[in-house]
């Protein structure tokens, strides 16, 4: 089955066109339907991007409470009925950071995962918009960092998708990249406690200590890893041949006509993504994976 680009893009260059259409797909996560993040990821109880309602307390059930507040735990240990009271969430800022860095302008079919994940960040931009949530975002090319200030507004939006078709550029390619330091110490900056972070990139240069610095982000912030990959990351290709691979400390040759090698990759793949994975649930992140060979609202379950 073949599979078609989204409208005004082509894979490898980023317009404004391509970013603007995601705005008119926002309705789809919208309330009162599921949020982006409930859908994805099944049964797990996830918030709404933004504002909501939070516990307040447990009371003793009054005429014209609504039932399905109703705390079973509390009324079966007291043995009478008791009601959970919510209040409306404080203003819950979304940073969003995406990573434009070398490893990202990659891609061997349908896109680059530096693409992929500018579309994803027009998305949940548009949502954060719609809901009336500022909106704030760090963009990173692997050699500096462009803050792009949180507002609650199109306009603001608008700033950063600009922000984000200056800086994308698939011709990039540095060799030696900072690590996610600078990135999650400038997180630390800019977001106030109980905000909402969104990290979007394939965390190929994420190092233990910079594990460490993202634990201490999620102790008083929500923090969502996003991660973009490539099928030829594990080892799923067409291709034949012999290719030479350069990373960002090494060169190599992989010859993927060997099923060995394939193996090897596919197997390499799955242990550091469920090593991130792990990581993520042990900290309380929601974790989301994103291929790029197939459009972004093709693998975002909207029923």
Sequence with gaps: MSVSLPPFADGVNLNLDEL???KQHTVHWLPPAKSLWSQQLGQHQSRQLGRGMDFSEVRQYQAGDDVRSIDWRVTARTG????????????????????????????????????????FTALVAWLAAKGKDRVGAIVDTGEALFECKATASSRGVLHLLNLITQHHDYRRNVTTQQNFKPTLETLRRLCPKG??????????????????????????????????????????????????VTSQNRSLWLDFSSSRARDAMKAHFKRSTDELEHFAQQHGMTFLSLSNDRPLLSQLTRS
């Design 195 to 244: 905000s909402e972070i969104l990290m979007i990139s394939d965390f190929s240069r994420l190092t233990e200590q910079d594990r460490d610095r993202l634990a201490h982000l999620r102790v008083h912030n929500s923090v969502r890893l996003i991660h973009v990959h490539d099928p030829l990351e594990q080892g799923m290709t067409q291709y034949r041949g012999v290719e030479q």
């Design 20 to 22: 603007l259409y995601y």
């Design 80 to 119: 009478k009925v008791h009601t959970k009271l919510f209040t409306e969430e404080k203003e819950r800022p979304v940073y969003i950071y995406l990573d434009l860095s070398s490893s990202m302008n990659f891609g061997s079919t349908l896109m680059l995962k530096s693409v992929l994940a500018a579309h």
